[in-house]
């Protein structure tokens, strides 16, 4: 994990006891939320690394107003003295020069991004998983688990707890630990 990544993941353990919250105006699920503020609290990946025809990369074409500068031919005035004999006058004559000025012109642009579920790392796009603790992301949202460790984010199994499910669970009648404190979750008709 990278030192931003890090740093984001820390500063968002609080938010981890919510279940749903707002962003930009849509009910979200906190892993969503999760990954909108790790967007935010990192620089955006640079898409001209992606390879386009590499796996799970997503192009998609979106029109850009950019300004531009661009050459016209722009008109003036000149007086020149023309002479009849021996009368002579002045005649207006245009004439043009190349000058410059900016327009704004609307350009289709082809944008390389990672494919929903996936996120940039360096040139290629990696599936992403909300905290899988103890195990490898093999898929968007699908977290492979180490030995020992269970569920969706790769926690302890429900007979041991702690930071390593290194200590075993004192529950009673079936019941099982929280995974990474000593609470007992009792079957039903038990408390």
């Keep these: 994990m990278r030192w931003k990544e890090c740093i984001a993941t820390l500063l968002l353990v609080a938010m981890v006891t919510v279940t749903e919250a707002r962003v930009s105006g849509k009910l979200m699920v906190v892993s969503r939320v999760r990954r909108e503020v790790t967007m935010a ?23 850009e107003s950019r300004t531009v500068r661009e ?51 360096s040139d290629s796009c990696e ?3 909300y905290m899988c603790i103890h195990g490898t992301c093999t898929a968007p949202d699908v977290c492979t688990c180490e030995d020992e460790y269970v569920g969706q984010q790769c ?30 979750f009792c079957p039903p008709g038990y408390s």
């Design 41 to 63: 609290t990192t620089p955006a990946p640079d898409e001209t690394l992606l390879d386009p025809n590499g796996p799970h990369v997503c192009t998609r074409r979106i029109t």
């Design 71 to 121: 050459t016209y031919r722009q008109p003036y005035t000149t007086l020149t003295t023309r002479c009849i004999f021996y009368i002579c006058f002045r005649q207006p004559k245009t004439a043009y020069r190349q000058a410059y000025r900016s327009v704004v012109k609307s350009m289709i642009v082809t944008k390389r991004a990672c494919c929903p579920g996936y996120h940039q790392e």
């Design 127 to 129: 599936p992403s998983c």
């Design 155 to 184: 926690r302890c199994d429900g007979q041991r707890y702690g930071s390593d499910c290194e200590l075993n669970c004192d529950c009673q009648n079936g019941g099982t630990c929280g995974g990474d404190d000593s609470q007992c």
